[in-house]
Antibody, heavy 126, light 109 residues
Framework: DVQLVESGGGLVQPGGSLRLSCAASGFTFSDYAINWVRQAPGKGLEWISF????????YYADSVKGRFAVSRDNAKNLVHLQMDSLRAEDTAIYYC???????????????????WGQGTLVTVSS | EIVLTQSPGTLSLSPGERATLSCRASQSVSSSYLVWYQQKPGQAPRLLIY???NRATGIPDRFSGSGSGTDFTLTISGLEPEDFAMYYCQQYGSSPRYTFGQGTKLEIK
C-alpha cells in the first residue's frame, strides 16, 4: 500500500521552531516529488512547499518563504519540513502529499496529489 | 497568480439528486492541470478527478469532471450519503506552484 505518515506536530510558542517529518512507504520514493499542504482550523487548503525527487528542487508559498525549509532523505524515505519563526497564523494541520503526473517526453500531464498523509497538527500559541 | 473561485459556497441537496459544483479560474488553466479533491470531516483530502475529467482509481462513475479554459465543473449524479463533504479544486501553475479554490460544502438538505 502506498502510504504517507506525518509526525512532529505539537504546541510551540510564537517565534519558535518545529520540524515535521513525512515517512513514505509502498513506492519508489525517489521517483516522486512531495508537497506540504496545510489547513488552518475551519479553513481551506493552502499549498506551502514542494521538493522534487532526485534533484531536490524546492518551491515555497510566499507565506512561508524564508521561514520554512523542506528537505528529504531518499535513503530513509523521509521528507522534513523545518519551520522557524513560527506565527499564530501558522496554526494548522500539515499534510504531506505525493506529487503524481504522467510524463510524455519532457512534458508532464495530469499533475495531482495522491495520496495524502493523515496530517499532523501544529499549534502556535503562548 | 491564478485565483480559483468555487461556487456555490454551500450546496444543499438530497440523496439521489445531482450536484453541480463550479470552479472558475482568474486566467486560463490547462485542463491537464485541473484537479478535484473530496474531504470529509477529520480526514485528509482524497483525489477524485485529475486532468479536469479523469477519475482517480476507485472513484465511482457517478463522479465526473468537465470544462476548459477558465470554467470547470464537478458533477455528482445520484448523490449517495457518503458524498456529502467538502470539495476543492486545484490547479498547477507557475507562481505559486499550486493553488486551491476555497471549497464547496455539499450538505444534506
Amino acid at each position: 500500500d502506498v502510504q504517507l505518515v506525518e509526525s512532529g506536530g505539537g504546541l510551540v510558542q510564537p517565534g519558535g521552531s518545529l520540524r515535521l517529518s513525512c515517512a513514505a512507504s509502498g513506492f519508489t520514493f525517489s521517483d516522486y516529488a512531495i508537497n506540504w499542504v496545510r489547513q488552518a482550523p475551519g479553513k481551506g487548503l493552502e499549498w506551502i512547499s514542494f521538493i522534487s525527487g532526485v534533484k531536490f528542487h524546492t518551491y515555497y508559498a510566499d507565506s512561508v518563504k524564508g521561514r520554512f525549509a523542506v528537505s528529504r532523505d531518499n535513503a530513509k524515505n523521509l521528507v522534513h519540513l523545518q519551520m522557524d519563526s513560527l506565527r499564530a497564523e501558522d496554526t494548522a494541520i500539515y499534510y504531506c502529499a505525493r506529487d503524481v503526473s504522467d510524463r510524455v517526453g519532457d512534458t508532464y500531464f495530469g499533475i495531482r496529489f495522491d495520496p495524502w498523509g493523515q496530517g499532523t497538527l501544529v499549534t502556535v500559541s503562548s | 497568480e491564478i485565483v480559483l473561485t468555487q461556487s456555490p459556497g454551500t450546496l444543499s441537496l438530497s440523496p439521489g439528486e445531482r450536484a453541480t459544483l463550479s470552479c472558475r479560474a482568474s486566467q486560463s488553466v490547462s485542463s491537464s492541470y485541473l484537479v478535484w479533491y473530496q474531504q470529509k470531516p477529520g480526514q485528509a483530502p482524497r483525489l477524485l478527478i485529475y486532468g479536469a475529467s479523469n477519475r482517480a482509481t476507485g472513484i465511482p462513475d457517478r463522479f465526473s469532471g468537465s470544462g476548459s479554459g477558465t470554467d470547470f465543473t464537478l458533477t455528482i449524479s445520484g448523490l449517495e450519503p457518503e458524498d456529502f463533504a467538502m470539495y476543492y479544486c486545484q490547479q498547477y501553475g507557475s507562481s505559486p506552484r499550486y493553488t486551491f479554490g476555497q471549497g464547496t460544502k455539499l450538505e444534506i438538505k
